[in-house]
């Protein structure tokens, strides 16, 4: 039997620009939209609210794992039967969504989005590759694209994570949850249509530094 109450939770900061549409296509397949304004010095809670969202705006920027349990920590208190994550940035297209719903129906606890690649530089690939295989290593919980931010989860799964991140460690602390808890998990394949490029120091940096918060994590210091 499908759900009825669903939510897509964005965490935003900056997005003005890109964000509209984004909302727009979710809301054809979820019940709300909830955008988490992580301190941003543009319109992006003006331009949310606009195209149908409901905003919750922090006056500071904190990280999008600050944001993310946050806006989780909101959908578990309204009981929505379904949560969903999505980026901002158009990165993600949201007529996935229906396809995650359909994984939660059929029996998934959580559901991760599977990206599609290809039109990736080579360097990202093998940065994601590796990642990826490290943190299965660590919790072994067969999520084979560890740093995608399109997910889904029930609303029993959410009560059960304890989330601590603050930046873009987030993904590592989902996984880490996920193994903790021994969630059944699904994927659902999704073609990314635009990268963003960004710094290769600076995304390199970022995958050591989740890595080694899943370590810490995995050995109970955080």
């Avoid at 500071?60 to 994550?85: H, M, P, T």
């Avoid at 073609?191 to 899943?214: A, D, E, M, Q, Y």
């Amino acid at each position: 039997m499908k759900s009825s109450k669903t939510v897509a939770i964005l965490p935003a900061f900056n997005e003005a620009r890109r964000i509209g549409k984004v909302i727009q296509e979710a809301r054809k397949h979820v019940s709300s939209v909830l955008v988490v304004d992580d301190g941003s010095s543009d319109n992006t809670s003006e331009v949310a609210k606009k195209n149908g969202a409901r905003v919750i705006r922090l006056e500071n920027n904190s990280g999008v794992g600050y944001a993310s349990r946050i806006g989780l920590n909101q959908a578990i208190k309204e009981k929505f039967d379904i949560i969903i994550f999505l980026d901002a940035d158009g990165q993600l297209n949201p007529r996935y969504i229906t396809n995650f719903i359909e994984k939660i129906d059929n029996g998934a606890c959580y559901v991760y989005g599977r990206r599609n690649l290809g039109k990736y530089p080579l360097s990202n690939k093998i940065g994601n590759w590796g990642l990826t295989f490290l943190a299965n290593v660590l919790c072994p919980v067969g999520i084979w694209d560890v740093e995608c931010g399109y997910r889904a989860m029930t609303l029993e799964a959410a009560r059960k994570m304890r989330l601590k991140s603050m930046k873009y460690e987030r993904e590592m602390d989902f996984l880490y949850e996920v193994w903790r808890n021994k969630l059944k998990v699904s994927s659902v394949e999704v073609i990314v249509p635009i990268f963003h490029k960004k710094s290769r120091t600076r995304t390199v940096l970022r995958g050591f530094r989740n890595f080694w918060f899943l370590k810490k994590r995995r050995l109970h210091i955080v």
